[in-house]
Nanobody
Framework: QVPLVESGGGSVQPGGSLRLSCAASSQTYEWKCMGWFRQAPGQGREGVAHISTVNGVTSYAASVSGRFRISRDHFKDILYLQMSSLEPGDTAIYYC???????????????????WGQGTQVNVSS
């Protein structure tokens, strides 16, 4: 099993920016969709954004649309989440995930994602 390793979390003031990265240790051609999820304290895990590894099409949760941007460097096999205009409500543990389903099937259902990173903490507060 190829692990996913997130990095880039930290503490930031409201309105600030962070970029999360998710690296795989080797090429994973069977992954068709990769995404970011987050889990705030006391809440369930929610999908934030996903990107097709086939055609690069992206999708975002309404709560982050226009503020977050997901991208992938397919040469380096690194997934990114650029987060801007951060709000206290964005405080959570952020996880990257990979799916062998196409994104229009995987959607934001965590049950459809086969591989998960260990998570990275993002804190937004003044």
């Amino acid at each position: 099993q190829v692990p996913l390793v997130e990095s880039g979390g930290g503490s930031v003031q409201p309105g600030g920016s962070l970029r999360l990265s998710c690296a795989a240790s080797s090429q994973t051609y069977e992954w068709k969709c990769m995404g970011w999820f987050r889990q705030a304290p006391g809440q369930g895990r929610e999908g934030v954004a996903h990107i097709s590894t086939v055609n690069g099409v992206t999708s975002y949760a309404a709560s982050v649309s226009g503020r977050f941007r997901i991208s992938r460097d397919h040469f380096k096999d690194i997934l990114y989440l650029q987060m801007s205009s951060l709000e206290p409500g964005d405080t959570a543990i952020y996880y990257c995930a990979a799916s062998t389903y196409y994104c229009d099937s995987a959607l934001f259902d965590e049950r459809n994602y086969n591989r998960w990173g260990q998570g990275t903490q993002v804190n937004v507060s003044s």
